[in-house]
């Protein structure tokens, strides 16, 4: 089992960037898949990127590509978020999500993940 916690979220503006952080306790954290997820208010939890065990894959929604870079350090037990160009529609409560038995398929669906952090909040104003 693993315990997610995330950090970083903040108030920032349009065009800034931000880099969330979300460290894992357990030894197992390598094995896990790792994803984040985010919610706007009043919106449902949508996919944001995910990162095989490794490091090696990643995948993004399309909204963030090219702006979002997620990685992962294994040796510190933390996965990240790094979010340029931010905009307004960025603005939702971000979540980390682990999964201990990744494959390859349905790295998108938030049913995939058995572990989540309690959410960190970026809000992006104009």
């Known amino acids: 089992q693993v315990q997610l916690v995330e950090s970083g979220g903040g108030l920032v503006q349009t065009g800034d960037s931000l880099r969330l952080s979300c460290e894992a306790t357990?030894?197992?954290?390598?094995?896990?898949?790792m994803a984040w997820f985010r919610q706007a208010s009043g919106a449902e939890r949508e996919f944001v990127a995910a990162i095989d065990r490794t490091g090696g894959n990643a995948i993004y929604t399309d909204a963030v590509k090219g702006r979002f870079t997620i990685s992962r350090d294994n040796a510190k037990n933390t996965v990240y978020l790094q979010m340029n160009s931010l905009k307004t529609e960025d603005t939702a409560v971000y979540f980390c999500a682990g999964d201990p038995v990744p494959t390859d398929e349905n790295r998108d669906r938030a049913w995939r993940y058995a572990y989540w952090g309690q959410g960190t909040q970026v809000t992006v104003s104009s």
């Open positions: 357990g030894s197992t954290f390598s094995y896990y898949g």
